[in-house]
DNA sequence: AGCCGCTATAAAATCGGTTGACGATAGGGT
DNA sequence: ACCCTATCGTCAACCGATTTTATAGCGGCT
């Protein structure tokens, strides 16, 4: 054992009594092993155990050009969006033995073309990025490509690039939501639309237009409201809040509130209280993601739920399939999956009196 | 360039005219630099930069037996207490150049382990567990101080351990919150205390028993409901909705409660709402932690503020300050950080009327 | 002339593991 | 007798850096 009390393979080789390539070979059951006699490989595995040999992965990745790291490149960490994506998509690489490399953009395309160098530099074998709806810079997203590294963007879909995204039908989904409402009889329904830069704002818009559309439903634009851009996370609820006020004061009137996403919701639950509006007895809202907190509030909220934790391990098990095929030296397989949404009936909702 | 499309050192040498280790030593400013004329220097920095070098930093971890990267072991990624932390100290580690590799152990003892080990084995220089109050198995952290590398944890204090860690001023916070509760005038205040096993529980117990005395004030055990053990963070609130119907139904009247944390407080919210009772014009309520929905409820929560994010760049500081130490061959130094409480007033709670 | 010290650079060892080439022996086929 | 193949291992190169040691020229001092 070295003076660093670490054992390395050519202890065990001492050990043992074999040679240090015989000792690797054994222990990796490399093909070349087939060739040695079982009561070799028995000493030397002894050996190693009692040794408590662990070979170095670092050593290891160096020869083998094999990292056995991801990198997850996350751009808001302490978006309630991202957390569970992060989840899924962990344990999906725990199961398949890859560790993560963590990086927090904070929403700063500097900050993430900084730690995307840093992660490439570590040799990671795959990237996965968990985009929230902050994500506009469509740019970053071409380095990405670039970088001949298999990439997976999770929780966000792009039209015009040729990366591999795994993302939620926001189209049905948000169709589902209004349809929800349109069932529980509701006609005059406010709208609190996403920020127009996100292509998940066009998506639940479209999922709405069609579903109204295919009932005979107005969409009145004096019930239609549109967030701003921002790249604060907590603008959402503050934004909430703000738009349905002024929906309240001016615009016409509405029995229901459908929301971006929910936390723009529970901005909307903020001001309908404050105008002293009981939900659901007078306003029902609904929200979208599932977030946490959207079955926590008073009343719970009435959401579209995003599979999240599903769409990490998807993400995962896709930039584990890339990685192989780069092994093989097959073509990184681009692939888009949209996964669909699942109505969640809460509290927030009810029947038109 | 090699096939691979990588540029090494070599490439670097050949491309300047000098040898690899000539590169090395200017690269790094070493020692022996200082005889290395400017235009050699220069010569090698325009190649370098020429041919787009980046020093592979596995072979230089190998080398050095430095990885610079930290490993961060979260006990439940989920939890909202515990991204704020990870956000701080994924930032100021981020600072330092060091990167943070994730574990998440989902309140798995033995996850936890095999993840350890994974960690230890990667060479990371230094750990981080963030341990939210889930966490009660002490045997884990034993493992931790017997595997001589930096550790903070981040989150929890432990009495008889000698690991460092960072963790809020409980007794403090929690003498705020009741002082806050007594100045407005309630003085019937029921307790929604944490589960037993947790130390924070009880630091924060005896910080309202403290203030309770210096006042006067009865603590009425009819008043007070204890939350049962269980690893499900979410668990939290629905305690919170049970304990608080209980309360209200056989426990003495209170116009004021007090919860172990938001989301218990959260459900109380829920209870009350339920029970018909109005918040805070019937019963005032505060949390703790500061979470991101206690901000976001309805109504916005009163709460002790645990400064998470410090608390997070914080334990970085600390694992650095450590890994520092290590290298210089000093002992590693243990320190028990109690950082305080900030009390953060909102809409649940009022003076008594 | 001999030795020291300074400058400028290169060679070689090292980190710890993997792997392709090769050696040695034994048995089987022609 | 000769070649071939299967079996059991080892050697040495290699991954890409860092670092210690070596080399070589030159000026100065005794």
Same mark, same amino acid.
């Given at each position: ?5 670490? =054992? ?19 222990? !990796? ?38 990292? !056995?790291?991801?990198? =997850? ?23 398949? !033995? ?31 990025? $968990? ?38 039908? !926001? ?38 237009? $069609? ?114 095929? =780069? ?16 109505? =969640? ?9």
């Amino acid at each position: 054992m070295g003076r660093t009390g670490v =054992v390395t393979i050519r202890d065990v080789a001492r050990e043992s009594g074999y040679s240090a390539s015989t000792v690797s070979i054994v222990l !990796n059951g490399a093909p070349l092993s087939r060739y040695i006699p079982g009561e070799t490989k028995a000493r030397i595995e002894t050996a190693a155990k009692r040794l408590g040999y662990r070979p170095n992965p670092l050593a290891r990745s160096l020869r083998s050009q094999r990292s !056995n790291i991801v990198g =997850v490149m996350v751009f808001d960490i302490t978006d309630p969006f991202c957390t569970p994506i992060l989840r899924g998509l962990e344990n999906a690489l725990y199961q398949a !033995n890859y560790l993560s490399l963590l990086a927090d953009a904070h929403n700063e395309a500097h900050r993430f073309e900084r730690y995307l160098e840093m992660l490439l530099d570590r040799r990671v074998e795959g990237l996965v990025v $968990i985009a929230n709806w902050l994500v506009t810079d469509i740019k970053l997203l071409s380095d990405l490509t670039e970088c001949h590294v298999p990439a997976v963007i999770a929780g966000r879909s792009f039209e015009n690039d040729s990366v591999s995204t795994v993302s939620v039908d !926001n189209e049905g989904g948000a169709g589902m939501a209004l349809e929800h409402l349109y069932r529980l009889g509701h006609r005059e329904i406010a709208f609190l639309r996403g920020p127009k830069a996100l292509s998940s704002s066009g998506q639940r818009w479209k999922g709405i237009r $069609i579903f109204a559309q295919s009932v005979g439903l107005q969409l009145a634009p004096k019930r239609i409201a549109e967030l701003p851009e921002s790249l604060d996370p907590n603008s959402g609820f503050e934004a909430g809040v703000q738009l349905t006020t002024e929906l309240l004061r001016q615009g016409k009137p509405f029995t229901a509130l459908m929301a971006y996403d929910d936390v723009t919701a529970l901005g909307a639950l903020r001001a309908l209280k404050k105008k002293g509006l009981r939900v659901p007895e007078d306003c029902s809202v609904v929200g979208f993601d599932d977030v946490a907190q959207a079955s926590l509030s008073v009343p719970s909220l009435t959401t579209v739920r995003q599979p999240m934790e599903a769409m990490g391990s998807l993400s995962a098990g896709m930039v584990l399939e890339a990685i192989k095929a =780069v092994d093989q030296k097959k073509d990184i397989p681009v692939m888009r999956k949209k996964i669909p949404a699942e109505l =969640v009936v809460r509290e927030s909702t009810r029947a038109l009196m």
